[in-house]
């Protein structure tokens, strides 16, 4: 019975399903985070609320059979990095949303369609709260930080 990587959803019961861990970290249940151990910010893909988590929030739930809850393709993640919109500030909000890999753009974006960010901080440290406007480029892009 294998354990997975989750972020518990703040606002839902839906998890957010990190990607599959390699076979020595799932063993060592070691926690799939970034180096740097910084905050990130995730939409969920179930309410499309996107909140602020840290590494000590990463969960290893147990599962019966992974056909029945998990992806059958290999997920990845990605950020979408959008202009702070508060006025003047040259800051970016980066937002997490782990979906299947090699997903086309327009398709990532969507995940934002909907979103409702609660209290997220920009590079500059404005925080934002609200319903995503879609103001400005998005960038779009695999998470390689997730990789190692």
Known sequence: MPFYPVL???SCPQPIWLPFP???????RQIPWPRDWKPRSFVCPLCRRV???SAEDCQWRHIGS??????????AIYRLSVPCDKERCAGLIHIHAVMTEGLP??????????A???NI????GHRSSGSWRGDGPIDVRQ?????S
């Open 8 to 10: 518990p959803c703040k």
């Open 22 to 28: 390699s076979p020595d970290e799932a063993i060592r």
């Open 51 to 53: 909140y602020e988590y």
């Open 66 to 75: 992974p056909d029945q809850i998990l992806p059958s393709k290999p997920l």
């Open 105 to 114: 753009r327009h398709a990532v974006v969507g995940a934002l369609s909907q």
């Open 116 to 118: 409702y960010v609660m």
């Open 121 to 124: 901080s920009c590079e500059r």
């Open 143 to 147: 998470d390689t930080e997730w990789d």
